[in-house]
């Protein structure tokens, strides 16, 4: 059963991988990069600030949920660091029976690949701000997004498609988990309120 997911693993992979032209390899390697995505992130904290802070007067509110983004992110790079380290499972870049059939736009990367760090940060940023924010349109744009990262990560040789999907899974069940702390907080601030 393991051999076959591995197969399917790897098919998917070469698949994704060789799927490519000169324009989405531009493409993919703006989406896979960390620094193009600072922008998006300046627009969603002044967001944080000028709805919830300023317009809102809930400066409290919009500090917690800056302070559950951080913390999002950490726990991600932490819990998927932690992953990688306990699994050991190679990139495709260092990964024996692949790294020959694989283009690699963008470097082998470190040893081990599962799960994907990038995976697991977009799908938590993505997921504690839609839980804050409720706003559809919001969610579907930042998932979108998301699932672009992560589907970049194949598609430049970085990751087998698995250790993109438990970086997603990873990140979706921290982000949910700090998100349910984040509400008891204010449930109990709002307790000793009154």
């Known amino acids: ?31 896979t990069a960390r620094l193009p995505w600072i922008p998006l992130y300046a627009i969603i904290l002044a967001y944080i600030i000028h709805r919830y ?10 500090v917690s949920v800056i302070m559950a983004i951080i913390a999002t992110f950490a726990l991600t790079d932490i819990g ?18 692949v790294y020959d059939l ?29 839980l804050v924010f409720r706003k559809n349109l919001y969610s579907v744009l930042i998932f979108l997004w ?13 990751h087998f498609p698995s250790d993109v999907l438990c970086g997603a899974i990873l990140g979706v069940i921290i982000a949910t988990a700090i998100y349910y702390m984040l509400k008891i907080l204010f449930k109990n601030k709002k307790k000793r309120k009154r």
């Open 80 to 97: 998927s660091s932690f992953i990688k380290d306990l699994t050991e499972r190679l990139r495709p870049g260092h990964d024996p029976l």
């Open 1 to 31: 059963m393991l051999e076959r997911i591995s197969e399917f693993d790897t098919y998917l992979l070469l698949l994704i991988n060789g799927f490519n032209s000169p324009f989405w390899d531009k493409v993919m390697l703006i989406f």
């Open 102 to 130: 694989v283009r690699l736009l963008d470097g082998k990367g470190g040893m081990y690949g599962f799960v994907s760090s990038h995976a697991a940060n977009v799908f938590g940023f993505a997921t504690i701000t839609s």
């Open 53 to 62: 802070a300023i317009k809102e007067g809930k400066t409290w509110f919009a």
């Open 146 to 158: 998301a699932l672009t990262v992560s589907y970049s990560r194949i598609y430049v040789g970085r």
